[in-house]
Each structure stands twice: as C-alpha cells, then as structure tokens.
C-alpha cells in the first residue's frame, strides 16, 4: 500500500487551523502543530520540523494577528508573518513540497475604488499588513512552488473575532450595553473560516490531481479567497444580531472610523476580487450571509 502523504499544518487550534485539520484529512496524513509543538520565532526549530516530517504539503495558517498590538511589537511580528513564511518556503523547496500560506487584505491602503485584483499595486498602512506582505515577497522570492490566499475579515466558532466579540457583547456576558457603536465606513466580506479550508482542499485536490494534465497552466502564485458581496462591519453586527437569540438586543449605532481611533490604521476598503480563483480553479465561495447562516446554524 503507497503511504499517504504528510501535510504540516501549523496553527491547528486557530479558527482557520482547525478547519483545515478536518478539511485536509482527505488529502493525506495530517500532522496538525500548535504553538507549543512549534514556535515560528524560532527558524531552526522550522527547518528541524520539515525535516522530521518530510512532508509532500506545507500549510501555514498561523501567524500573528494582533493588528493594534502589532504596533508595539514589531520584531514579533515579522518574525511570525515575515521571516517564518520564507522559512518554510526555502524548506519547501528543498524537499519538494508545496506551501499553501495566508495573507491579508491589509496589504492594500483600501483606497481604491472597487474590489482589489492580485496584482493591484500594495502599500499596507499598519505592521501587521506590512509583515504579511514581507511574507509574501519571501515565498515569492523562494522559487517554492507555492498557493498564497489572501482573505479578509475572518470569524469562526472558535479563536478571537469580530463574530465571537459582537455575541459576547450582545448578550451581555460582561455587561447589558444598551447601544454598541459599530463602525460603519470600511468596506469587506466577512469571511468563515470553514469556507476558507474547504476551498483550500479542493483547490489543492486539483493541483495534486494525476488528472490535471501537462496541458494546463500551472496553478501556483496568489490568489483573493473571500466570500461572497460586501458589507459593513456595522451591517456585519447587524446580521449577527438577526441571526443570534436574545432576549433583548442592544441598539447598533454607525460610526465612522474617525470615532473609534486605534493604534493600527485599518484600510476603508477591504474588498477583493475573486475571479482568478474561478478562472483556474472554478471555486467560488459563498455569499458571506450565507455563511454566517450556516456558521451560526452548525
């Protein structure tokens, strides 16, 4: 019987990680690492890693994503989102495998009008986007043959985020707010972590395929994989509180950016198109509502 084949995949207790562990489970054996099984400071430690698990796939969700915090800690973060993913990438190389690795929106300065292409110029505005695209550049620069997704506004079951936030805020678990003031002038598509892994395996079942064939391009580069329409992360609150029983729902007031100042910048417009991703791979995701629907109904 031919052995299956390894996947590392880091980060497997984040919101994206543990999708992917079950997600991935078709493709091969996964060899799911968390922070403490893995320290991605640490480059010895990855290049030790990839040479005890010899893997045919490397799949790097974590990173660090502290976006205000970032600010303060840069070196920690570039050494997470910068410096580690060129790492695996040159480790990638080196035994064959394939790296599949997350980045950002948050590259961009979000002021364009419209929704980002791939290789729409990039000029991220806080630490936390400037790592990731650090990060980028460097698998790029690795000659890996490589996957990045770049994704937006992310939530899931489990981990921090703005889904989790607004529950907790809504029922009151601190305490009752009358009114939640939301932000209601940065644009984006919230995005399930679950439809990110599941897109991810079926990308990668296409491009480990014997079927593929010598005829068609190869798939690898960078690629936006968000799901579906737009939004506000006001009408996002709005949604969840639709979708959320409670025995009495605050009021959810629009602000504007100006109101609710950070110490990271955030980009007005986190919209990214798609289409590449149904053109090579024909996935598209869900509508982001749909989503949430089905991410609340789980």
Sequence with gaps: M??????????????VGWELHRSLSALGNVVGLTSRDLDLADVDAIRAKVAEIR???????AAYTAVDKAESEPEKARAVNATAPGVFAEAAKACGAVLVHYSTDYVFDGGKDGPYLEDDPTAPQNIYGATKLEGEEAIRASGARHLIFRTSWVYGRRGANFLLTMQRLMRGDENKRPELKIVADQHGAPTWSRSIADA?????????????????PEPWGTYH??????????????????LTPLEKRPALTPIPTSAYPTPARRPANSRLDNGKLMRNFALRLPDWRQALEMCLAH
Excluded: K, Y
Aim: with cysteine; hydrophobic share 40%.
């Design 2 to 15: 031919t052995p299956r084949r390894a996947i590392l995949l880091t980060g497997v207790n984040g919101q």
């Design 55 to 61: 893997p045919a796939l490397i799949v790097n969700p």
């Design 200 to 216: 991810t395996a079926q990308a990668l079942a296409q491009c480990l395929s014997p079927a593929r064939g010598a005829d068609r």
């Design 225 to 242: 994989m968000t799901n579906g329409g737009e939004t506000t992360w006001h009408g996002f609150a709005q949604a969840i509180a639709e």
